[in-house]
Structures are given as C-alpha cells and as structure tokens.
C-alpha cells in the first residue's frame, strides 16, 4: 500500500464551501417552489457510527430547508441510510424501497433516496437501478458531504442521479449536526477498517482506516460539554488504532486523557474496541480517568483459536482472556460486554464447545449474539456456508440459554448500593417508570418525574432483575 493510503486525507475546504453554496441553493429552491417547508423522512439503520452520519445527513438536510416526519406518507422526500453488515438488515431495505413504489405512483414529485454502506456495494447499487426504477437518488458512504449537491441536481433537473465513487474515502469536518439526543452524543473519532475480518463487508463499504485531528475532537467534545451533554460516546470500528493515520500520530489512550481534561459534568463511552489492539495502556487509561465509564465493549466473535485465525482476528482465545484479567484486576467494578458470530463456515462442534467454555470462563455482564451471514467479496463468502439453519439456530439458542444462565444473578450485588443514573427515558413496558444507567452501563428502573430524562440522579437499588436493576430515587 502506499504511503499516501495511510495518511487521513480531509475534504478540501473550497469543496465545503462549495457544498454550503449548494445549501442555499436548495434552500431557494425549494422556498420558490413550496408554499409550507417541505419534509424529509430520514431513517437509518445498523451502528451507531452511521447514525452519526444519519446526524450530519439531518443537520445538512434542515440548512436546506427541511422539516422531519416520521410518517412517509406526508415526505417530500424519502432517505435510508442503510447497513450492510448482515443480510437480514439488507432485506430490510429492500423490502421498505418496495412499499414506495405505490407512493411514488401517487406522488410523482416525492423524491427517494439511499445512501449508506448498502449503497457502496456496485452490485446492489446495479440491483436497486435495474429492480426499482424509481429511486432517484443513490450515493454511497464517501459522499455523505455531497448530499447538498446531489440532491439539487435531483430537484432542478428532475433527473436521477448516482454517485459512488471508487475511494479509500475521505474526512469532512464542520458539517452541520442535527442531535437525535439533547444529553447523549456520538462523537466519530475515526472512519472506515484496515482489518478485513475475513467475515465482514465493513473494510470494502467504508474504505480504509483513517483518524480524525485531535483536536477538531477535543474542540467537538468540549462544545458538547458546554452545552449540557452528560454522555459522550466515542465512536470508531476499531478505536484503539486511533491516531496511526495521522501525520502527527498519537494513540487512543493518549485521546482519552486529553478528553478527561475537558471541563464539565459527563461521561466517556467508547466503541469498538478490537482485542489485538487493546493494550494495557488501554486499560490504564480507563482505570486513571474518573469520566471514562469503567465498561468496556470487546468483541471476542469466537472462543476457538482455529475460527479467530480463519475470521482474521489476529489474537487468541488466551490473549483475549489476558487483557480481560488485567482490565478486571485494575477495575474490579468494570463491566464487560462482547459480540460473538456463531456458525462461521470453519466452526466445528468443538469450536463450538470452545466459544461456551470461553463464555463461561470471561463472564460477560452482556453478549450481542450473530448467526453467521453470508457477504459477498469478502473472504468468508468463498468458503462454503456448510450449517443447515437448523444447525445454526442449534448452536445460537445453546449460546443464549448459557448467557441467560450466567447473568441471572448478575446485578444481586447491586442491591442496597447508590448508584449514579443518567436518565434516558421511560421504560418501554411500565410507562411509569424512568429507565437510565450507571456509568458500568446497567439499566436502572425507578419511578420519578419525566422531567428528569437527560439528567444525573442517584438511585438506590432494591432489587435485581434478570436485565436490569430496580430501584429507588434518592433526594
Ligand atoms: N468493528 C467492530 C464490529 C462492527 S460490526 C469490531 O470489530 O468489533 C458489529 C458486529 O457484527 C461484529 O462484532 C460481529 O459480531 C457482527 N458481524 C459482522 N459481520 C458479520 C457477519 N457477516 N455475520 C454475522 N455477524 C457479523
Ligand atoms: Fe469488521 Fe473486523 Fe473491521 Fe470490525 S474490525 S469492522 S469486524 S473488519
Ligand atoms: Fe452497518 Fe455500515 Fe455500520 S455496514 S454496522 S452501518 S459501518
């Protein structure tokens, strides 16, 4: 690879301003065009790094004139932003561009649009023009800061337009951000993947691994604290490689004390950590710096040596379980969660056998569970898929069944402590109650006033249940 592939290479100023003029172009546009300000469905789907990207997407989107609906039917303008990272959640999209039709039938002027990690792939771009003629717009990941552009060609021309160029991709800083949360926000330190785990699609949609200035972090988390956020998710596919692409280069542990200097009252959360790159200096980090939540995320995927080297992961079930017994021995409170694939095309029986034994030895507080799916281009795909569903549906509920086993009494010592909550919402099921969670990332349940969402309150606990803690609000 070339030097030149490496280094983090940013948007051009004179290309934003040239955006922003679009901008207002759209704008005028639209305001000769509409009496009442037009609406905008926007809906994103997979991590939390595209709906920071959903975010931007808003924010140009209501510079432009935009409001926002939930509802479809009243949209002058449709847009997904989409996920590939598994087939289930391409499906998804597909099966939502095919509902339009009818509305575009009745609507000639509604203006569709897709754009995301699904769109990045030529094929399904190639599929969506051929299958659903009337998607007006595409444009794939490394076009996000052109949306202004694109959609005015769209609007002025009424023609369709398709933009997905061929990049290792590209950094746009200062676009304009529209918050879904007024007390927690994503903060992107990095974009795209250097490490092409042989299952997945993410490295071939989101182009190559590239970082973030320190400072342009620094100066968006501490305009985030002095407008009231409590809660700063720091979000990267793999941040513990944050800082090598730069041509200053410094290092994620490095970012987190600096992030810790930072005046106000919140708390640091980041995503996803990659075990070959979680280092001590990682762990110290986490342990010295009083914001950074003591909870980490590490996906392990599998338990057997044989399927991590197959997967490309570049580390052992031992190291993995080494840095684990350091992080618990430096932070005995810490939590630990983890992302596990079952079915991969190489996992035996006994593979298998290793994941649970490996389950049962790390003791995840939380595990998100995959059933292996198949993405074509990557390397996995060239094997053969070799498990009947039923098989792998075997495997998954064995999976679960130990979890659910091993966190049953997870949150018992919980009861009778004080924690401190940030309280996000009401819960879903009792719309009684308040929902938030402690720094170690457990959900607390406890009746108060709504007015105290996207707040710290200190809750005691009573009792444990199987996924959460219920408690008490003390005054
Ligand atoms: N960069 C992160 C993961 C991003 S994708 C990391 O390396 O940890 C989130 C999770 O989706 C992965 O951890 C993996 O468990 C799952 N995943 C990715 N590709 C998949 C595939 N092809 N099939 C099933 N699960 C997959
Ligand atoms: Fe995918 Fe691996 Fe990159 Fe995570 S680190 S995004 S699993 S290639
Ligand atoms: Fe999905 Fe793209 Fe994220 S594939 S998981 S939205 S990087």
Redesign the pocket.
Known sequence: MTELAFSSVFVPDGELKRQAAYRERVRLLLAKRYLEPPLCHLHTFG?QGNVNDGEKLRGMLAEMGYGFTDRKEEAGLILYNTCA??EHAEDRVFGLIGELKRLKRARPDLVIGLCGCMIQQKAVAEKIQKSYPYVDLLFGTHELHRLPELLYEVLSGQKKVLSIPDSDGMIAENLPVRRENSFAAGVSIMYG?N?F?S????PYVRGRERSRRKEDILREVSELADTGYHEIMLLG??VNSYGKTLSEPTDFPTLLREINEIPGDFWVRFM???PKDATEALIDAMADCGKVCKSLHL?V?SGSDKVLRDMNRGYTKEDYLKIIRYAKKRMPEMTLST???VGFPTETEADFADTLSLVREAGFDNA?T??????AG?R?AEWEDVFSPEEKQDRFSRLLNLLREIGENRYTPLVGQTKRVLVEGKDNRKDKLLSGRTAENVIVEFAGDPALIGSFVQVRVDAALSWAARGTLVE
């Open positions: 991590c990272v598994r993947c490490n785990c299952y997945c699609i993410v596919q793999n996803t950590s990659h996906p995927q992302d596990i694939i998100y995959f059933l292996y799916s198949r993405r990557t996995a």
